[in-house]
């Protein structure tokens, strides 16, 4: 069967660069190889909260009573095995019986993990918590609060991930010790990793795109029966056979029949269409709000990934500032981007340079809004111009309804991110590829950064 879009021997490095992921910071240094993720039981995802309050796993203190006239949400820790946020949510709305808009988290834990983040329910809910049982979901430390956690509340995440399978070679120990410290002390690409677009489908930017530019039918195509080599084949068929029947409402509602229950945004926009025949743009408002808004800012992740990527290739360094760079200050607490900024290239570039040796100030890049103005980012204008040539993009998609919608304005964000607290914690034979070794290294990651975007400097497939 002929594919859409096909990917040499499907490699990660041929997808990322599809994304707009296509260089490393620490391309001086071989790579150690390797795979992550071999079970989910390998990558453990803990969130840090607003006070720097890393949480644990198996942490669960008692519950303190519910006050009505003091209290209006009951927070928990989720931990969750080996499924998604959306996913985790939706079975406990439904074994509550709660509207998915009563319940609120800070952010997006990958699936193939073991994680734990806070979560908060409008209401009262410490007793039911406490008898809810769903495989693979765990509740824990319920506490009545006042206020919900709320999207990006969180600090950031800590991640205690092993690499496994590396093959042994002269000086590997010596040459993973080097790497960790090249990335302690200058960072890597802050780029948005696969998970922003889908790594089986990593098409959520051109569905984004699609929606901004008006084109429903096209963002429908691209959602359900665009083919990818790096998805089954199985679901690559079904697939190609419902955008084959798009045209014969009775032909699409046979194949329909066929298609996989489990895919329930894909099977929304379907059904509609079969009852709504061509009326693509009513199909996008049955899916919800989070998931759309996540589809939007995906297409803009991808210019920011293709940004960063096009200023290596220039020749431009990441770590040192040139004229026309923006220079972000970051807070004293968190080290995250504050709105402070200032353009790089005049009187003020000796103390800019002293505040990015002490981790004070950082380059920042756009992140392009409906309100973003790319006169003050000169250096980035100048870049963003030649993607937007090479997209064959009409500056006219901001002005969407889309971004109004869903308060896609625009922000900054640090074109390198340094991890805290990089550890290496085991390097050790591996007990599941013999004759091979493992690596486990623990750090944290301010919010919205990307610990795979830090495995990928180790492991490096197919060097750019």
């Given at each position: ?104 988290y800070s952010g997006l834990k990958d699936k193939r ?79 948005f990793g696969l998970q922003r677009f889908g790594k ?144 790089y290239g005049n009187t003020y570039d000796k103390y ?113």
């Amino acid at each position: 069967m002929e594919l859409d879009v096909e990917f040499e021997n499907n490699r990660e490095s041929e997808i990322e660069k599809f994304v707009g992921i296509e260089r490393y910071s620490t391309s001086e240094y071989d790579a150690i190889g390797g795979i992550y993720k071999d079970t989910h039981k390998d990558f453990i995802v803990k969130e840090v909260t607003e006070n720097g309050k890393i949480l644990e796993i198996k942490e669960d203190h008692e519950t303190p009573p519910y006050l009505p006239d003091r209290d209006n949400f009951t927070t928990f820790n989720l931990v969750k095995i080996n499924i998604d946020t959306f996913e985790a949510i939706k079975k406990i709305c439904k074994e509550l019986g709660i509207s998915r808009y009563d319940i609120f988290y800070s952010g997006l834990k990958d699936k193939r993990s073991i994680s734990v983040q806070k979560v908060s329910i409008k209401g009262n809910y410490t007793q039911k918590l406490k008898n809810l049982n769903i495989r693979d979901i765990f509740i824990r430390s319920i506490t009545p609060t006042q206020k919900p956690v709320n999207l990006g509340s969180n600090r950031g995440n800590n991640f205690t991930i092993i690499i496994r399978n590396i093959q042994k070679s002269k000086d590997l120990e010596n040459r993973i010790e080097i790497i960790l410290e090249k990335l302690r002390k200058d960072g890597f690409p802050n780029y948005f990793g696969l998970q922003r677009f889908g790594k089986y489908r990593p098409n959520s930017h051109l569905i984004g795109r699609a929606l901004l530019e008006g084109d429903y039918e096209k963002a429908f195509r691209e959602f359900v029966s665009r083919t990818y080599s790096s998805e089954s084949s199985n679901l690559s068929r079904i697939r190609k056979k419902i955008g084959d029947a798009l045209g014969n409402i009775n032909k699409l509602r046979k194949v329909f029949r066929k298609f996989p229950r489990g895919l329930n945004y894909e099977c929304k926009l379907i059904a509609h269409v079969i009852q709504h025949p061509g009326d693509y743009k009513g199909a996008f408002e049955k899916i919800n709000k989070d998931l759309l808004n996540l589809i939007i800012n995906a297409f803009q992740s991808y210019l920011f990934n293709k940004m960063i990527s096009l200023r290596v290739k220039k020749g431009y360094s990441l770590f040192e500032p040139v004229e026309g760079d923006v220079i972000g200050i970051l807070d004293d607490i968190n080290g995250i981007v504050t709105d402070v900024r200032y353009i790089y290239g005049n009187t003020y570039d000796k103390y800019l340079d002293q505040a990015i040796d002490l981790n004070r100030a950082t380059i920042v890049a756009p992140i392009i809004g409906f309100d973003t103005n790319l006169n003050e980012f000169p250096l980035m204008k100048s870049i963003f111009k030649e993607i937007k040539e090479e997209e064959n993009l009409n500056e006219e998609i901001f002005d969407s309804h889309f971004l109004n919608r869903y308060d896609l304005k625009g922000s900054i964000r640090a074109q390198t991110i340094k991890p805290i607290g990089l550890d290496l914690i085991e390097f050790s034979d591996d007990e599941s590829y013999k004759g091979k070794k493992k690596l486990k290294i623990e750090f944290s990651l301010n919010k919205g950064c990307y610990a795979t975007m830090l495995l990928r400097e180790l492991i490096k497939r197919n060097n750019t």
